[in-house]
């Protein structure tokens, strides 16, 4: 198995619950961490508490690739990037707004590959390294309500497959998370009946997460699916 020991780490969206508790079991494992969100200060302020000594923070709003570019450079190199950012707007499409569409695909689409295109050089230069995006289930398996969430989704996992054809002839490894219900903040500013308690915990996500940073040496786990048990027929 991969060994996460003194390999760099970008996780992108590390304010949220499941990147938080993926950037303690990596500093615990001896990564070195370099973490995002658009609210550095709060972010800096969780790390103090937490004693994630030497960990870096950056501010960083995916959809500016000035300041995608501006931190990616900030790292010797990215061993591993997890990307944790996104928004989810659940509308019907008769209450759905253009710029909510727009503003979808430019976070949640637009923003990784913003993330990938200024990560990869490095990787190439090492012909190794490990690229995590999280798509949720819904970039699987679309839901009612979900057009604008599913679309920027749908457009992660065939953009990955994409770049994956690009990188064979390298150690790059592409893994996407394909994650069912998980009771986190996501929910909050979401006007659907749900419950939560029988949803996955956030902590028992983000060791899915920490798994997949130390894969095995000789193969590559392309995707991966943690859903509820309420869930199991998608």
């Given at each position: 198995?991969?060994s996460?020991k003194?390999?760099h780490?970008l ?17 615990q494992?001896?990564a070195?961490?370099h973490?995002t969100?658009?609210n550095?200060e ?5 790390v103090q ?17 000035a300041q995608?570019?501006?931190?990616v450079?900030?790292?010797?190199t990215?061993?591993?990037l997890i ?7 659940i ?5 759905l ?21 200024h ?14 995006n ?15 969430y599913?679309?920027?989704k ?12 690009e ?25 659907l009946?749900?419950?939560r308690?029988?949803m ?17 040496n000789?193969g ?6 943690l859903q ?7």
């Open positions: 198995m991969e996460i003194g390999k780490i996780i992108v969206g590390a304010s949220g619950g499941i990147g938080k508790h993926v950037a303690k079991l990596l500093y494992g001896g070195h961490l973490l969100a658009r550095k709060a972010l800096h302020t969780w508490e937490n004693q994630l000594l030497n960990a870096t923070t950056h501010t960083l709003d995916v959809t500016n690739e995608v570019a501006a931190v450079q900030t790292i010797p990215v061993d591993i990307n944790a950012a996104g928004i989810g707007i509308k019907t499409m008769d209450t707004t253009t710029q909510e569409f727009q503003q979808s695909l430019n976070t949640n689409l637009v923003g990784t590959f913003l993330l990938v295109k990560v990869l050089p490095s990787m190439k230069v090492q012909k190794k390294g490990l690229i995590i999280i798509p949720g289930v819904l970039g699987k398996v679309p839901m009612a309500g979900a057009a604008a599913s679309a920027s749908y457009g992660i996992v065939g953009m990955m497959q994409s770049i994956r054809e990188l064979k002839r390298t150690d790059i490894r592409i893994t996407n998370l394909f994650l069912g219900g998980v009771d986190s903040a996501f929910w909050d500013t979401i006007d009946r749900v419950q308690d029988k996955i915990v956030a902590e028992e996500a983000a060791k899915a997460i920490w798994f997949l940073c130390q894969q095995p000789s590559v786990v392309s995707e991966m699916v509820p048990f309420n869930h199991q027929a998608i």
